[in-house]
């Protein structure tokens, strides 16, 4: 599943063209290089998102067979493993 797609649906960016913005903006990173929204996605893939001033960290735990995923299921596809705050003297 594209990068893009998996974000929408599990939830961690809202909409599917914000996260090729995120994308776009080198906010997101997988596996610790940077990410291009059309990325592969796969089970054991970790993904960093830079919000702002958070980041977060989450391990992919199953891909979804569908591009539609209820509320309720869409944190069941990935583990959060770390969200920290980013002080602004590391956003520069």
Same mark, same amino acid.
């Given at each position: 599943?594209?990068?893009? @797609?998996? @974000? *929408? ?9 914000? !996260?090729? *913005?995120?994308?776009? !903006? #080198?906010?997101? /990173?997988? #596996?610790?290089?940077?990410? /291009?929204?059309?990325?592969?996605v796969k089970a ?10 958070? +980041?977060?960290? =989450? *391990?992919? +735990?199953?891909?979804?067979?569908? *591009?539609?995923? !209820? /509320?309720?299921? !869409?944190? #069941?596809?990935?583990? =959060?493993?770390?969200? /920290?705050?980013? %002080?602004?003297? +590391? @956003? %520069?």
């Amino acid at each position: 599943m594209r990068l893009d @797609l998996f @974000l *929408k649906a599990s939830r961690l960016i809202a909409r599917r063209s914000l !996260a090729q *913005k995120f994308c776009d !903006a #080198n906010q997101v /990173k997988t #596996n610790g290089t940077k990410a /291009k929204s059309s990325r592969e996605v796969k089970a054991g893939d970790e993904i960093e998102i830079k919000k702002g001033n958070r +980041l977060t960290t =989450v *391990k992919v +735990l199953q891909i979804p067979a569908q *591009k539609q995923v !209820a /509320k309720h299921d !869409a944190a #069941n596809l990935y583990e =959060v493993l770390s969200e /920290k705050t980013l %002080n602004d003297d +590391l @956003l %520069n």
